[in-house]
């Protein structure tokens, strides 16, 4: 059994988690801890309040108690509105307090796209522009070259957390076609329910799709020295298994 440790904050998304631990259909368990959010808006100086080495503590506290392996802060705009040297810190700092390998899901995304192999990417965002912009930034500095951006400028989390099928596609279609040349597009909010669309994205758009809470588990999975092959999850988890002798 592999148990991957996910810090999320709030109340949003978070039932993507259970869904992609089935959709694993593997020895592979995702145990989720909610952080405090504090004030829930996409502002910078909030989004940085909520990624604070003390928050991420706290809820470290609590996941260390399930037993696992790696952790991961599921909070994309947490981790890249402190930037690429921010985020690093950020990380490092979590790795130490958890005593586990530790990441988060902006690094997450620039692992995936180095994962499947492509370098120009579309950004869809929930985020306001001057967030998305950050976002932008945080990718440049990971070595991939955004070819285009749609923002939405949607300022709380919990409004994205209602968002259904028809407002996730809607989204992605809009990034993809702001865009020239993207050989993926990444959906970075992580309290957007994507886990049941991913299917039907790839098969809209024709390129593969990344999203938050799905390159999260799949960066615990990273982590822990996993590799799974689930295409039901999309291109990046459509791989061959790496089998441990």
Same mark, same amino acid.
């Given at each position: 059994?592999?148990?991957?440790?996910? !810090?999320?904050?709030?109340?949003?998304?978070?039932?993507? &988690?259970?869904?992609i631990?089935?959709? !694993?259909?593997?020895?592979?368990?995702?145990?989720?801890v909610?952080?405090?959010?504090?004030?829930?808006?996409?502002?910078?100086?909030?989004?940085?309040?909520?990624?604070?080495?003390?928050?991420?503590?706290?809820?470290?506290?609590?996941?260390?108690?399930?037993?696992?392996?790696?952790v991961?802060?599921?909070?994309?705009?947490?981790?890249?509105?402190?930037g690429?040297?921010?985020a690093?810190?950020?990380v490092?700092?979590?790795?130490?307090?958890?005593?586990? @390998?530790?990441?988060?899901?902006?690094?997450?995304?620039?692992?995936?796209?180095?994962?499947?192999?492509v370098?120009?990417?579309?950004?869809?965002?929930? &985020?306001?522009?001057?967030v #998305?912009? !950050?976002f932008?930034?945080f990718?440049? #500095?990971?070595?991939?070259?955004?070819?285009?951006?749609?923002? &939405?400028?949607? +300022?709380?989390?919990?409004?994205?957390?209602?968002?259904?099928?028809?407002? +996730?596609?809607?989204?992605a279609?809009a990034?993809d076609?702001? #865009?020239?040349?993207?050989?993926?597009?990444? !959906?970075?909010?992580?309290?957007?329910?994507?886990?049941?669309?991913?299917? %039907?994205?790839?098969?809209? %758009?024709?390129? @593969?799709?990344?999203?938050?809470?799905?390159?999260?588990?799949?960066?615990?999975?990273?982590?822990?020295?996993r590799?799974?092959?689930? @295409? +039901?999850?999309?291109?990046?988890?459509?791989?061959?298994?790496?089998?441990?002798?």
């Amino acid at each position: 059994m592999t148990a991957l440790g996910i !810090l999320y904050p709030g109340h949003s998304a978070e039932d993507d &988690y259970p869904r992609i631990e089935q959709l !694993l259909g593997s020895d592979i368990r995702v145990d989720l801890v909610h952080t405090d959010v504090g004030e829930d808006v996409q502002r910078v100086d909030a989004l940085r309040e909520t990624g604070s080495a003390e928050r991420l503590a706290q809820g470290m506290e609590a996941l260390r108690l399930t037993g696992a392996e790696t952790v991961v802060w599921a909070c994309t705009s947490g981790s890249f509105v402190h930037g690429w040297e921010g985020a690093q810190e950020q990380v490092r700092g979590l790795a130490r307090v958890a005593g586990m @390998p530790a990441s988060s899901t902006s690094f997450a995304f620039v692992n995936a796209a180095r994962e499947i192999g492509v370098r120009r990417v579309a950004v869809g965002a929930t &985020y306001p522009e001057d967030v #998305a912009a !950050l976002f932008v930034e945080f990718l440049r #500095a990971g070595g991939l070259e955004v070819t285009g951006v749609r923002s &939405y400028g949607v +300022v709380a989390a919990a409004e994205v957390g209602t968002w259904g099928e028809e407002e +996730v596609l809607t989204l992605a279609r809009a990034a993809d076609a702001a #865009a020239s040349g993207a050989e993926a597009v990444l !959906l970075p909010d992580t309290a957007l329910h994507t886990a049941a669309h991913l299917g %039907l994205l790839e098969k809209a %758009l024709s390129k @593969p799709v990344l999203t938050g809470n799905q390159v999260s588990v799949w960066e615990g999975l990273r982590l822990a020295d996993r590799r799974v092959n689930a @295409p +039901v999850l999309g291109a990046l988890f459509t791989r061959e298994p790496i089998v441990h002798l």
